[in-house]
């Protein structure tokens, strides 16, 4: 044998090798930067959720996920807002003011909502997490006041929020529900994480 010819089956030896390797480190490195793309439910969960509220009666709540959290949809009825005038001097923060959950500036307002009639807040309590529960008959009943104006009572450790999502004084909620972004894009239609038309 010549020289060449060895160094030629070398070098086919060599590149064939190379290809080889190349073509698997490509085929065990494609499963694993894949893993770095959002998942079909990743990316659901932080999308925009779409909410027709045309069957929602005055009095009645729906509720739907946005980002794994609860949205509560209250169409309130003209004595739930009236409440509103008389829990404002009880509850902690009645303008919406503190920032641990910043108010869009469209809440900012006595019904914290877009349209007064709709309330749009996350069911999840400040202070541990918990979700309240709903309350909204008036009166006395257990573990809530005697002049109950309707609102929501979060069972873990009492805190109380009216009907617009404010928390009383004196609670362990550090702060009001948190009203998401959102917008309607219809009379009836609201968008559930988005507040702004591209």
């Known amino acids: 044998m010549s020289e060449s010819s060895v160094d030629s089956s070398k070098r086919t030896w060599l590149i064939a090798s190379t290809c080889a390797g190349a073509a698997g480190g490509v085929a065990v490195a494609v499963p694993f930067v894949s893993t770095f793309a959002p998942s079909e439910r990743a990316k659901a969960a932080g999308a925009a959720v779409e909410v027709d509220v045309a069957a929602l009666r005055p009095g009645e709540k729906v509720t739907v996920e946005w980002r794994g959290k609860p949205v509560w949809i209250i169409r309130r009825t003209p004595e739930q807002l009236e409440s509103l005038k008389k829990t404002e001097p009880q509850v902690a923060d009645p303008n919406s003011d503190r920032n641990a959950y910043p108010t869009p500036d469209y ?17 999840i309590c400040s202070h541990l997490g918990c979700s309240p529960s709903d309350k909204f008959a008036t009166g006395a009943q257990p573990s809530l006041p005697d002049d109950w104006h309707g609102g929501f009572l979060c069972p873990c450790h009492g805190s109380t929020f009216d009907m617009a999502g404010r928390v009383y004084k004196n609670k362990p909620a550090p702060d009001n529900l948190e009203v998401p972004p959102h917008m309607y894009l219809s009379e009836t239609r609201i968008l559930i994480g988005e507040d702004k038309k591209a």
């Open 107 to 123: 809440a900012k307002n006595q019904h914290r909502s877009i349209k007064p009639e709709f309330f749009v807040g996350v069911g």
